[in-house]
Protein backbone atom coordinates (compact mmCIF):
# COMPACT_ATOMS: atom_id res chain seq x y z
CA UNK A 1 0.00 0.00 0.00
CA UNK A 2 1.75 3.20 -1.14
CA UNK A 3 1.42 6.08 1.33
CA UNK A 4 1.34 9.67 0.73
CA UNK A 5 4.52 11.44 1.78
CA UNK A 6 2.52 14.25 3.10
CA UNK A 7 0.17 11.46 5.58
CA UNK A 8 3.61 10.13 6.54
CA UNK A 9 5.56 13.08 7.02
CA UNK A 10 1.58 14.46 9.22
CA UNK A 11 1.71 10.96 11.32
CA UNK A 12 5.24 11.78 11.95
CA UNK A 13 4.84 15.69 13.37
CA UNK A 14 2.19 14.66 15.41
CA UNK A 15 4.01 11.75 17.21
CA UNK A 16 7.05 13.94 17.62
CA UNK A 17 4.64 16.91 18.57
CA UNK A 18 3.07 14.60 21.39
CA UNK A 19 5.59 13.00 22.74
CA UNK A 20 7.20 15.81 23.49
CA UNK A 21 4.41 18.30 24.85
CA UNK A 22 2.79 16.47 27.71
CA UNK A 23 5.08 14.38 29.27
CA UNK A 24 8.35 16.07 29.25
CA UNK A 25 7.66 19.41 31.18
CA UNK A 26 10.16 20.65 32.79
CA UNK A 27 9.92 21.14 37.12
CA UNK A 28 8.54 25.00 36.06
CA UNK A 29 5.93 23.14 33.62
CA UNK A 30 7.36 24.43 30.32
CA UNK A 31 7.92 22.08 27.39
CA UNK A 32 8.82 22.29 23.50
CA UNK A 33 5.88 22.57 21.49
CA UNK A 34 6.81 20.73 17.64
CA UNK A 35 5.84 20.99 14.65
CA UNK A 36 2.55 22.89 13.92
CA UNK A 37 1.51 24.25 17.14
CA UNK A 38 4.70 26.32 17.01
CA UNK A 39 3.16 28.81 14.55
CA UNK A 40 1.18 32.19 15.55
CA UNK A 41 -2.40 32.70 15.48
CA UNK A 42 -2.06 34.90 12.47
CA UNK A 43 -0.19 32.35 10.03
CA UNK A 44 -3.35 29.86 11.41
CA UNK A 45 -5.55 32.12 9.90
CA UNK A 46 -3.80 32.35 6.83
CA UNK A 47 -3.34 28.57 6.60
CA UNK A 48 -7.49 28.25 7.33
CA UNK A 49 -8.76 31.00 4.00
CA UNK A 50 -6.28 28.71 2.13
CA UNK A 51 -7.66 25.16 3.04
CA UNK A 52 -4.06 23.96 1.75
CA UNK A 53 -1.99 21.58 2.30
CA UNK A 54 -0.82 23.50 5.88
CA UNK A 55 -4.10 23.40 7.28
CA UNK A 56 -4.59 19.48 6.59
CA UNK A 57 -1.60 19.02 8.42
CA UNK A 58 -2.92 21.29 10.94
CA UNK A 59 -5.58 19.62 11.62
CA UNK A 60 -3.94 16.27 11.51
CA UNK A 61 -1.81 17.70 14.18
CA UNK A 62 -5.04 18.51 16.10
CA UNK A 63 -6.45 14.99 15.75
CA UNK A 64 -3.25 13.75 17.08
CA UNK A 65 -3.70 16.34 20.13
CA UNK A 66 -6.63 14.76 20.86
CA UNK A 67 -6.02 11.18 20.25
CA UNK A 68 -2.99 11.49 22.94
CA UNK A 69 -5.40 13.16 25.25
CA UNK A 70 -7.87 10.43 24.85
CA UNK A 71 -5.25 8.29 25.94
CA UNK A 72 -3.38 10.45 28.86
CA UNK A 73 -6.54 11.83 30.52
CA UNK A 74 -8.11 10.30 33.74
CA UNK A 75 -11.87 9.13 32.95
CA UNK A 76 -11.89 10.37 28.81
CA UNK A 77 -13.11 7.79 26.10
CA UNK A 78 -13.48 10.69 24.23
CA UNK A 79 -12.32 14.45 24.58
CA UNK A 80 -14.64 15.42 21.99
CA UNK A 81 -17.66 12.99 21.35
CA UNK A 82 -19.68 14.99 18.54
CA UNK A 83 -17.36 17.59 17.44
CA UNK A 84 -16.19 17.11 14.19
CA UNK A 85 -12.38 18.42 13.30
CA UNK A 86 -14.07 21.10 11.08
CA UNK A 87 -16.16 22.41 14.02
CA UNK A 88 -12.65 22.05 16.55
CA UNK A 89 -10.63 24.17 13.55
CA UNK A 90 -13.25 27.19 13.47
CA UNK A 91 -13.45 27.39 17.11
CA UNK A 92 -9.66 27.86 17.40
CA UNK A 93 -10.03 30.32 14.46
CA UNK A 94 -12.04 32.06 16.69
CA UNK A 95 -9.48 32.02 19.71
CA UNK A 96 -6.99 33.30 17.39
CA UNK A 97 -9.03 36.39 16.02
CA UNK A 98 -9.27 37.08 19.99
CA UNK A 99 -6.15 36.58 20.75
CA UNK A 100 -3.50 37.23 17.61
CA UNK A 101 -0.61 36.80 20.20
CA UNK A 102 -0.96 33.32 20.57
CA UNK A 103 0.26 29.95 19.32
CA UNK A 104 -1.68 27.81 17.17
CA UNK A 105 -0.91 24.93 20.65
CA UNK A 106 -2.29 27.73 22.81
CA UNK A 107 -5.34 28.03 21.09
CA UNK A 108 -6.32 24.84 20.59
CA UNK A 109 -5.46 23.81 24.10
CA UNK A 110 -7.88 26.25 25.06
CA UNK A 111 -10.46 25.60 22.94
CA UNK A 112 -9.61 21.28 23.72
CA UNK A 113 -9.69 22.70 27.58
CA UNK A 114 -13.72 24.45 27.24
CA UNK A 115 -14.44 21.23 25.85
CA UNK A 116 -13.37 18.97 28.40
CA UNK A 117 -16.71 19.01 30.76
CA UNK A 118 -18.47 17.24 27.68
CA UNK A 119 -16.20 14.39 27.05
CA UNK A 120 -17.32 10.67 27.08
CA UNK A 121 -15.99 9.27 29.81
CA UNK A 122 -16.43 5.77 29.04
CA UNK A 123 -17.04 3.84 25.60
CA UNK A 124 -20.11 4.15 24.15
CA UNK A 125 -21.85 2.25 21.40
CA UNK A 126 -22.37 4.17 17.98
CA UNK A 127 -25.84 5.45 16.92
CA UNK A 128 -27.03 5.38 13.47
CA UNK A 129 -29.22 9.10 13.56
CA UNK A 130 -30.91 8.57 10.07
CA UNK A 131 -33.52 11.30 8.74
CA UNK A 132 -34.52 10.67 4.33
CA UNK A 133 -31.56 10.19 3.08
CA UNK A 134 -28.95 10.86 5.64
CA UNK A 135 -27.56 10.06 8.69
CA UNK A 136 -24.89 11.12 10.94
CA UNK A 137 -23.07 8.83 13.50
CA UNK A 138 -22.94 9.26 17.18
CA UNK A 139 -22.20 7.57 20.13
CA UNK A 140 -25.60 6.25 22.11
CA UNK A 141 -24.40 8.68 25.34
CA UNK A 142 -24.54 11.88 22.81
CA UNK A 143 -28.14 11.11 22.24
CA UNK A 144 -29.23 10.43 25.86
CA UNK A 145 -27.58 13.94 26.52
CA UNK A 146 -29.03 15.43 23.50
CA UNK A 147 -32.91 13.79 24.65
CA UNK A 148 -32.42 15.06 27.99
CA UNK A 149 -31.83 18.80 26.66
CA UNK A 150 -34.55 18.59 24.30
CA UNK A 151 -36.32 17.55 27.19
CA UNK A 152 -35.67 20.48 29.74
CA UNK A 153 -36.17 22.48 27.06
CA UNK A 154 -39.64 21.27 27.15
CA UNK A 155 -39.41 19.70 23.39
CA UNK A 156 -39.52 15.87 24.11
CA UNK A 157 -41.03 13.57 26.69
CA UNK A 158 -39.99 10.51 28.21
CA UNK A 159 -37.00 9.38 29.74
CA UNK A 160 -33.30 9.31 27.39
CA UNK A 161 -32.91 6.12 25.80
CA UNK A 162 -30.20 6.82 23.50
CA UNK A 163 -31.94 5.31 20.61
CA UNK A 164 -32.56 8.53 17.59
CA UNK A 165 -36.56 7.66 17.01
CA UNK A 166 -38.71 9.39 15.56
CA UNK A 167 -40.12 11.35 18.53
CA UNK A 168 -36.55 12.75 19.20
CA UNK A 169 -36.17 13.51 15.08
CA UNK A 170 -39.62 15.35 15.78
CA UNK A 171 -37.66 17.12 18.76
CA UNK A 172 -34.67 17.90 17.43
CA UNK A 173 -36.91 19.41 14.25
CA UNK A 174 -39.19 21.89 16.54
CA UNK A 175 -35.41 22.67 17.95
CA UNK A 176 -34.13 23.67 14.86
CA UNK A 177 -36.90 25.77 13.80
CA UNK A 178 -36.96 27.76 17.33
CA UNK A 179 -33.53 28.47 16.67
CA UNK A 180 -34.02 29.46 12.74
CA UNK A 181 -31.75 26.23 11.64
CA UNK A 182 -32.12 24.38 8.86
CA UNK A 183 -35.18 22.05 9.61
CA UNK A 184 -33.88 18.52 9.11
CA UNK A 185 -34.32 16.88 12.40
CA UNK A 186 -30.80 16.03 12.08
CA UNK A 187 -28.48 16.50 14.69
CA UNK A 188 -25.90 18.12 12.30
CA UNK A 189 -22.72 20.20 14.21
CA UNK A 190 -24.68 23.55 14.22
CA UNK A 191 -27.26 21.86 15.97
CA UNK A 192 -25.48 20.32 18.51
CA UNK A 193 -23.51 23.39 18.93
CA UNK A 194 -26.53 25.14 19.86
CA UNK A 195 -28.07 22.61 21.92
CA UNK A 196 -24.54 21.79 24.11
Known sequence: MKISMQFTATLLMTYVCLSASVNAADEQGRFMVKGGGRIGCEHYLTALETKGPEFISLAGWIEGFITYANQQEQDTFDL???????????????????????????????????????????????????????????????????????????????????????????????????????????????TLAHLF
Open 80 to 190: VPWQSTELLMSAVANHCRQNPEKSFHQSAYHVLQGVKTGRLKSKSEPVNATVADQSVVLYADIVRRLQQKLKLRGLLTGDPTGIYDKETIDAVREFQRVKKLPETGLPDQM
